[in-house]
């Protein structure tokens, strides 16, 4: 949610902290604002995106910070646009996040403050001036301001006549870019990636004074020392190459991300798996119960998970919304492994569940894709998926990497509690093997894909059915079609069709089937006769000519045995980038929607 960017240097610092923004633009897109602080602040503001925002220059402007909005309190308007400012307008702040008590805040400093807009981050630069009236530095200002804030933030502050930037974080990301006599600030690493790659990640509690040439942490008033790390991603991994969209790209790079997922993991005989866990195997051996916690993408990756684990590591799997979680009942904690799926690492809701886990006891394991990131420090172990980069706010490649990745997992659980057979296992890993190339046979099918797209663009609504390891890739292929295209769309495990949906389809509502191996596709043949009889056109995405003879249009599947569910994703996927484009929508730029939710 939100993006913030800064710079300290000698180069135009106008134009980098906007270009910063440009990187950011996915992580939120109602307005935006730039402050430049020299002997004066410098702040300019608009409603919407990033490119009706001017470039300030100020001619003695050393520092600067910038802000792209995903609207929590208060409307998209210039006015609540951030940076926002003190009384003397000295002072400039950029938050993400939510100050839980900025009513309680607001009402003690109205007596004596103005507030022009409906935001709760107003409460922090006003509170920050009442601080520096005690003739405090910037530093200890901010550090009595956000001893006083209650919720999540990740903040930086400017204020003129003062050296540099002072950033805070609290549970909400913030990282620092290390270069030659400059430094960066971002909400993530997009933000400067083409300046450097060396990063600081902060932590909870944090508070950092930047300069051109150092940075200083301090931690519940101690100076502390953060690991510098070096990406192994680059500016160009973060941009187009050419594609019209984040979305596109991100869909043509599946093969070489699921390459690099199982890169290394695999034995050279194809035959076990390396994932390099240090979970006990005495412990593995001993779980009774795997409970998944995860939101959106991340939550249909974990019911693909389930149906992989219960059936080859022959141990109960729970998935569980992270918002909606709890750990109750009469589980033991110490036979009970929580595993928390996210992209980024730092989804609010999913690290409030896994640390709701940890007080409970339970051991935990996360599986996401971002080096440094907040889960990866709270967790007893971690998998990386290994995708690169993903800018797309729709998310694309992770969803593969992720079930390609628990797939391993599965194979390195079952073989450890010697609940899969050998056969078993060779055939899963061949799979994963085969997956990458699956993919690059369904990317080049691209060009019938939009034919099919284009034709059914108008249609009222599109349900999405599937079975076993079909049902996932069903509501999750729906919600890629209604994030991008704003379309109704609804996935279904396919024998509920006759509890209910069916009243909804007609000769306008185009039902998509999975009959891929995993899926029983054999009975998902008889609801699409179900459905067939009433009108509504069938789009069936098989590998077997034997398979969906009643479809008015199919998409063939490449074999790659319990693999094919998730090559018949990225068909979904290009079929909704197709029709959302045919609508002229904003495919990376969803209305209401950021790529990373860390605010609850």
Request: one cysteine or more.
């Amino acid at each position: 949610m939100c993006g913030i960017t800064g710079y300290i240097g000698s180069d135009d610092i106008g134009r980098i902290v906007h270009q910063g923004l440009k990187n950011l633009e996915y992580r939120g897109y109602d307005s935006a604002g730039i402050a430049l602080a020299g002997d004066d602040l410098t702040i300019e503001k608009t409603e919407g995106e990033v490119d009706d925002l001017t470039a300030p220059h100020a001619s003695d402007a050393t520092v600067g910070i910038g802000h792209t909005r995903w609207s929590t309190h208060g409307e998209p308007t210039e006015t609540n646009a951030h940076p926002h400012t003190d009384c003397t307008g000295d002072v400039a702040v950029v938050h993400n996040g939510i100050i839980e008590n900025y009513d309680a805040l607001k009402s003690e400093l109205q007596p004596r403050h103005v507030f022009e807009s409906e935001t709760d981050t107003e409460v922090i630069p006003h509170l920050i001036e009442q601080h520096l009236e005690d003739d405090t530095s910037l530093v200890a200002a901010v550090q009595r301001a956000t001893a006083q804030l209650e919720g999540s933030y990740a903040i930086a502050v400017t204020a003129a006549g003062h050296d540099g930037i002072v950033v805070a974080r609290e549970d909400s990301p913030l990282l620092i870019g290390h270069s030659d006599d400059t430094t960066f600030v971002g909400s993530d690493a997009t933000a400067f990636i083409e300046h450097t790659d060396r990063v600081t990640y902060l932590e909870s509690g944090d508070i950092a004074h930047l300069t051109a040439d150092s940075v200083t942490i301090y931690n519940d008033g101690e100076r502390v020392t953060r690991e510098t790390e070096t990406l192994d991603w680059d500016a160009e991994a973060a941009g187009k190459s050419g594609y019209d969209h984040y979305m596109l790209k991100e869909i043509h790079e599946q093969p070489r991300a699921l390459r690099q997922a199982i890169s290394g993991r695999i034995d050279d005989l194809g035959t076990g798996v390396d994932l390099d866990v240090a979970l006990p195997e005495e412990y593995l051996h001993s779980l009774e119960e795997i409970q998944i916690i995860a939101c959106g993408t991340s939550y249909h990756a974990g019911l693909y998970a389930k149906e992989l684990l219960e059936r080859h590591a022959d141990i109960r799997v729970t998935v569980h919304v992270a918002s909606e979680y709890e750990f109750t009942g009469d589980r033991d904690p110490w036979r009970t492994l929580v595993v928390a799926i996210t992209q980024s690492g730092e989804t609010a809701d999913t690290l409030s569940a896994l640390r709701e886990a940890k007080r409970a006891g339970a051991r935990s394991l996360a599986l996401t894709n971002t080096l440094g990131s907040t889960v990866t420090r709270e967790v007893d172990d971690t998998i990386f998926i290994r995708a690169g980069p993903e800018i797309g706010v729709a998310a694309t490649k992770t969803f593969v990497s992720q079930v390609a990745t628990a797939t391993l997992l599965a194979v390195h659980l079952g073989t450890i509690r010697n609940s899969i057979a050998r056969q078993t296992a060779d055939a899963l890993l061949e799979s994963v093997r085969d997956l990458p190339g699956a993919v690059q046979q369904i990317l080049d099918q691209e060009p019938t894909i939009k034919r099919a797209a284009q034709q059914y663009a108008d249609s009222d609504a599109f349900f999405y059915i599937g079975r076993r390891a079909g049902y996932p890739v069903a509501i999750e292929s729906a919600l890629k079609l209604k994030e991008i295209a704003y379309d109704h769309a609804e996935g279904f495990p396919a024998g509920e069709l006759k509890h209910g949906p069916l009243a909804l389809v007609t000769p306008d509502t185009p039902v998509i089937a999975l009959l891929t191996a995993g899926t029983n596709a054999e009975k998902t043949q008889n609801n699409i006769k179900e459905v067939a009889s009433r009108g509504a056109p069938t789009i069936g995405l098989t590998g077997s000519p034997d398979v969906g003879g009643d479809l008015d249009m199919s998409f063939e599947i490449p074999e790659c045995g319990l693999m094919e569910p998730v090559a018949a994703n990225v068909a979904l996927q290009l079929f909704a980038y197709h029709v959302a484009n045919e609508k002229g929508r904003p495919i990376d730029k969803p209305r209401n929607l950021a790529k990373s939710v860390t605010v609850e």
